[in-house]
């Protein structure tokens, strides 16, 4: 028999707050998280701006001696997990923690990390690598050490999908609940990867913007002035729960995971085919999941990364999956406030759909002056809209043309 799966606890570390509050405020008032590389110096890159988490102290999640031995992205995660699991008040002892897992996406990992040890290696030697080099690298070591920490001893995993990897993480999640593997899991998304090697190999690519001297204008999705996406870094967790054991213990409930679809686009290494099948296929396959129809979506949280082919594509791919109930649906690209988060994005951007649900407000796309090619949706532009919403997608697409879609509805108490 299916479970139902829930959304009882969530927590955020983004661009534009440590925090669920001061994420979300931020997003509702339509605020850019968007700035001037501080993580090195940046003056000879061709893009020398990226959103990145300000003011974060590990030590005020974990142990001192924990917060030394963590790359950045590890400490992310265990704090938006720390947030989620107080926010849902769910604990985890004895009793329950062989029925609790954790299950976190992350593109990169500890890319910083594998600069410093290669600087090393080259300068002092082999000998001269620290001991938590690969552990501070490896991307399972989110889910590793939110196990530890945190006692959940149940299905455990790391989804490495690229762009896709967050929203990929909790699907997969989802599932495990609804087929009666576990009864709670933690999951989301992580990335901290603005260093010189990321920068360099997307400046590469022509994939970043390098509207360098208006930082805050640079993430523009969907606009026809869009040049390329702005690394982002942070995490998104949720505590996902069967609706049985939500109620059991009379849990608040954000909202209801209902559908998720996965796709290949089969095409190319990093760009869509340009008709969005790709990501059309996922879409419906989310629809399907969920026994719904495309007019019944009220909103979508688009991939919406400011790339000139992302933004088209994924737009001809919503006209292909939702019809004519493409031009009534509301979307929008949070990115354009957070950047682009890699393989933290999904986790991000379904807590915010989450958010979105619970609180009947849509987050903007900001930095939307003029209509990019054919992008002629509604991308709710520059200002939060007021608005009921029962059903919402989340969209993630990755290198490799993988593809993750996952479905939110209001929680109705019977």
């Not at 790391?158 to 495990?176: L, P």
């Not at 999951?187 to 208006?214: H, P, Q, W, Y």
């Not at 629809?287 to 719904?292: Q, V």
Request: negative net charge; hydrophobic residues 40%.
């Amino acid at each position: 028999m299916e479970r139902r799966v829930v959304i009882t606890g969530i927590g955020l570390v983004t661009p534009l707050g440590i925090g669920v509050e001061s994420s979300w405020a931020g997003l509702c008032a339509g605020k850019s998280g968007v700035g001037e590389i501080t993580r090195f110096n940046a003056s000879i890159y061709g893009t020398r701006i990226a959103a990145e988490v300000k003011d974060f102290n590990a030590e005020d999640f974990m142990a001192k001696k924990e917060a030394k031995r963590l790359e950045s992205f590890i400490a992310y995660a265990i704090a938006a997990t720390r947030m989620a699991i107080e926010d849902s008040g769910l604990v985890i002892d004895d009793s329950n923690s062989h029925r609790v897992g954790a299950l976190t996406g992350c593109g990169l990992g500890g890319l910083n990390m594998l600069e410093i040890t290669a600087n090393t290696v080259d300068v002092k030697g082999p000998n001269r690598v620290s001991p938590f080099f690969i552990p501070m690298l490896i991307g399972n070591m989110a889910p590793g050490m939110i196990s530890i920490i945190f006692g959940a001893k149940g299905p455990n995993s790391s989804v490495a999908t690229a762009c896709a990897a967050g929203s990929h993480a909790v699907g997969d999640a989802f599932e495990i609940i609804k087929y009666g593997k576990a009864d709670a899991m933690i999951t989301g998304g992580v990335e901290s990867v603005v260093t010189r090697t990321c920068i360099a190999g997307f400046g590469a690519m022509k994939a970043l913007s390098t509207r360098n001297e208006d930082p805050e204008k640079a993430s523009r999705p969907f606009d026809r002035d869009r040049d390329g996406f702005v690394v982002g870094e942070g995490s998104g967790i949720m505590i996902l729960e069967s609706l049985d054991r939500a109620l059991e213990r009379g849990a608040k409930i954000y909202a209801e995971v209902v559908g998720y679809g996965m796709s290949g686009d089969g095409y190319h290494m990093t760009a869509p085919p340009p008709n969005g099948e790709g990501a059309a296929r996922c879409m419906q396959a989310a629809l399907e999941d969920a026994g719904i129809q495309p007019e019944q979506i009220d909103y979508i949280n688009a991939h919406g990364t400011s790339t000139p082919l992302n933004d088209l594509y994924e737009t001809r791919a919503i006209k292909m999956a939702f019809g004519e109930a493409a031009y009534k649906v509301a979307i929008s690209s949070t990115k354009s406030m957070t950047g682009h988060l890699l393989g933290g994005a999904g986790g991000v951007e379904t807590v915010v759909s989450a958010l979105t649900i619970h609180d009947g407000i849509v987050p903007p796309t900001i930095n939307f002056e003029n209509p990019g090619e054919e992008c002629d949706l509604d991308y709710v532009p520059n200002t939060a809209r007021k608005m009921e919403v029962t059903y919402a997608m989340s969209n993630s697409f990755g290198f490799g043309g993988t593809n993750a879609s996952l479905i939110l509805k209001k929680y109705l108490p019977q």
